[in-house]
């Protein structure tokens, strides 16, 4: 079973994300902000990360760079899971390093898509 990492300080949206992905029959980890994220990611790499842009502490933007500028993370698909969907933000999360990048609000079936398109690449 695939573990998927979801990044969202919103208590709501991280329940909501979580219970998609594990009703896809996805092993779901969680964390409420970009500074957990990055220690949980330390201690068990995830096959998929599931990144919200604004959060407290350390944005997605941020965490993502992280992420793909360290040679034991950055093979990690990231996808950036946000109600900022501009041209603009989706460029800056692709300049980031990010892998994907799927609006809010999303339909449950454009997020598992996703993640299995990531998972087969």
Wanted: include cysteine; proline fraction near 5%; charge should be positive.
């Amino acid at each position: 079973m695939s573990k998927i990492l979801v990044v969202e300080d919103s208590r709501t949206q991280r329940y909501m994300v979580t219970n998609i992905l594990t009703a896809s029959q996805f092993t779901v980890t969680a964390a409420k902000d970009g500074i957990e994220a990055l220690e949980q990611i330390g201690q068990a790499c995830p096959d998929v990360v599931v990144l919200d842009v604004l959060m407290p502490h350390l944005n997605g933007y941020e965490v993502c760079r992280r992420l793909k500028s360290n040679p034991a993370t950055k093979n990690i698909p990231v996808i950036m899971c946000s109600l900022k969907c501009t041209n603009a933000d989706r460029y800056w999360a692709f300049k980031q390093g990010a892998d994907a990048y799927v609006g809010k609000p999303f339909q449950p079936k454009e997020l598992i898509e996703t993640v299995q398109q990531l998972l087969k690449s």
